[in-house]
């Protein structure tokens, strides 16, 4: 079983899973992620990587245990909330500890809609949505790349921008991502929140989320939500700043994991060529789509 330990010298290889990349384990078990069983009392947490799905979690749980902070310790984000495609040779798998969790679940993916295994829609689980604007999803992706080896190399910056422009990354295109899960959203349970407004207003935000989860809080406990979710209380909180996976496998020293948790980040990155070439390929990849609405390059 030797060679089917992760060696966390290398990075783990790629592969596709319809035409969508993947890590390549995710691939090799992609029979058991399709047929997945969810159950209806679920809730699913789904992003494209970087668009504050770890944000999100803690909002959350912190929810779900009505600002309960000494319960969200229990246990760091990635284990409180099983992500189902996360394959890692040697580790338990998402699956496994999806399946292992007792009932009610929180769960996590990065899946396009359609890659979703389709016992979520039919058990009309809970399905929170979270998409971020491209540019600064671009740049926190490609440095998450350089610090994480589960990922492939991320290459150059300019290297790095041609990948994602063209879909050549981990969990594929983030347009079709994001007009996938916006166009399902109406005949499903989801509830589509932006990043952008959660750092605009998180109180609003969090209410939102608890109002779809189905709790009532009081203005206190919103407000302690509020503080323990605020960007430099998660950054200091070992139970969500995924300081806790080995330095093998995230090397924080590299790049943080709660790195920088800004909208706008993207202008100390993109040339001034880039961004016309990136609005460019935008403007024609979301011609067909409101959602472009939500996205103001500030
Ligand atoms: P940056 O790299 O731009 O800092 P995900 O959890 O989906 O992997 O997303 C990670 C991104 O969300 C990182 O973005 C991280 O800093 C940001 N983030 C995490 N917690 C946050 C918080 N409490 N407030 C704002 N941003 C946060």
Redesign the pocket.
Known sequence: MEDLKFDSTKRLAVDYVEGILQPKPTCDTWDQIWNFQARPDDLLIS????????????MVDLIQNEGDVDRSQRAPTHERFPFIELIIPGLESGLEQANATPSPRALKTHLPIHLLPPSFLENNCKIIY?A?NPK?SM??YY??HRMNKGLPDPGTWEEFFESFLAGKVCWGPWYDHVKGWWDAKDQHRILYLF?ED??RN?KHEIQKLAAFIGKSLDDKVLDKIVHH???D???QNPM?NYTSVPVEFMNHSI????????VG?WKNHFTVAQNDRFDEDYKQKMADTILTSHFQFL
């Open positions: 992003t494209y990587p970087k668009a504050g799905t770890t944000w999100t979690q803690e979270v971020r600064d740049v926190s440095h998450f990043y959660m750092k998180p979710t605020s960007f209380v998660m950054k969500a790049s943080p994991f709660l790195r920088k948790g800004t980040d």
